[in-house]
């Protein structure tokens, strides 16, 4: 168990650029979920995948934010043509099972800032 | 929707005393989950601990333990015994009970820091 990694630490990219993270897993866990957390606040749910399947995006996963995970292993979290207020830590978790009230564990983020 | 307040942006504490943080949280649903979560500098959330709202007997980890008041939507957290390695952001989190899901909904976090 070599726990929840994300990929890059840390992005800086220029407004009107895509951008592209990764998020591997731990190993054989079905559920994947990416949450998004701005300076002084708590995370907010952006999507989550049960293997490939995504089965949930919230309001915040504007058109201009797409979320993959061929084969129910990594994901990857695309932005396109960035906005300033799309600076923020993105965070991955996942759980082993569905059941309910299941404990997420959790990546350190990548941090995304947009000049 | 829920929602979760974390009333108390900053904290601070000695080694070695006891400190508790704060939160409340709302909905209207009667079977739910809550979580204490730590951030420390290296970002990776960890989990402190856990409370399903069905059993009354309030969760305990060594050192921390939750005051859990269903009725008044209270969840606190008590840390005993504070050590230098608890400093970090502390999020209260709500977890509705779904088929699919287990979405977490957070507070904005409490800053602690325990002093030598």
């Known amino acids: 168990d070599t726990g929840v990694s994300q990929n890059p630490r840390h992005k800086i990219t220029k407004r009107g650029q895509n951008v592209t993270f990764r998020c591997d897993p731990i190993?054989?866990?079905?559920?994947l979920y990416w949450y998004r957390q701005t300076l002084g606040q708590g995370p907010e749910f952006l999507t989550y995948?049960?293997?490939?399947?995504?089965?949930?995006k919230s309001r915040l996963l504007s058109d201009r934010f797409s979320a993959e995970r061929p084969k129910g292993s990594f994901s990857t979290l695309e932005i396109q043509r960035t906005e300033q207020g799309d600076s923020a830590m993105y965070l991955c978790?996942?759980?082993?099972?569905?059941?309910?009230?299941?404990?997420?564990?959790f990546g350190s983020g990548t941090q995304l800032s947009v000049l | 929707a829920q929602t979760v307040t974390q009333s108390q942006p900053e904290m601070s504490v000695q080694e070695a005393e006891t400190v508790t943080l704060s939160c409340t949280y709302d909905?209207?649903?009667?079977?739910?989950?809550l979580f204490w979560y730590k951030q420390p500098p290296s970002r990776q959330m960890i989990l402190v601990i856990r409370?399903?709202?069905?059993?009354?007997q309030n969760a305990t980890e060594n050192r921390f333990s939750v005051n859990f008041q269903k009725a008044a939507k209270s969840f606190s957290l008590k840390i005993s015994d504070s050590q230098l390695g608890d400093t970090a952001m502390y999020f209260c989190a709500f977890m509705p009970y779904m088929e699919y899901g287990n979405k977490l909904v957070f507070g904005a976090g409490t800053i602690l820091r325990v002093k030598s």
């Open positions: 995948f049960q293997n490939e399947a995504q089965l949930e």
């Open positions: 190993s054989e866990h079905n559920r």
């Open positions: 909905t209207s649903e009667n079977n739910y989950y």
């Open positions: 409370q399903e709202a069905y059993k009354q």
């Open positions: 978790a996942s759980s082993p099972t569905t059941w309910a009230g299941e404990k997420l564990f």
